[in-house]
């Protein structure tokens, strides 16, 4: 079993930063990629970003160029540094680890971030 912990949501202007964290604990040896969805009020959990074991990493196109994923091997803990906010990323966001193997994933709880205009 693996144990994700979010933290750093929250409220912002758009233009602004924010960074969630999420550290993981547990099982930590067959986790591969690490990562962030988000899903908005009516809409579909998607991806935001990936980072696997590697340090290869991938965006939605929508947050390329404004938002970087990072990852601490040594904490257990990714990173996600969100900046120049759009109303539009308002969400909540999960963070995700996926196994080696790929077969299962876990999910943190949750954390809003909320960006007004």
């Known amino acids: 079993q693996v144990q994700l912990v979010e933290s750093g949501g929250g409220l912002v202007q758009a233009g602004g930063s924010l960074r969630l964290s999420c550290a993981a604990s547990?099982?930590?040896?067959?986790?591969?990629?690490m990562g962030w969805y988000r899903q908005a009020p009516g809409k579909e959990r998607e991806l935001v970003a990936r980072?696997?074991?590697?340090?290869?990493?991938n965006f939605a196109d929508s947050v390329k160029g404004r938002f970087t994923i990072s990852r601490d091997n040594a904490k257990n803990t990714v990173y996600l540094q969100m900046n120049s906010l759009k109303p539009e990323d308002t969400a909540v966001y999960y963070c995700?680890?996926?196994?080696?193997?790929?077969?299962?994933?876990?999910w943190g709880q949750g954390t809003q971030v909320t960006v007004s205009s």
């Open positions: 995700n680890a996926l196994t080696i193997d790929g077969t299962r994933d876990y």
């Open positions: 547990g099982s930590i040896f067959s986790i591969n990629a």
């Open positions: 980072i696997k074991r590697s340090g290869s990493t």
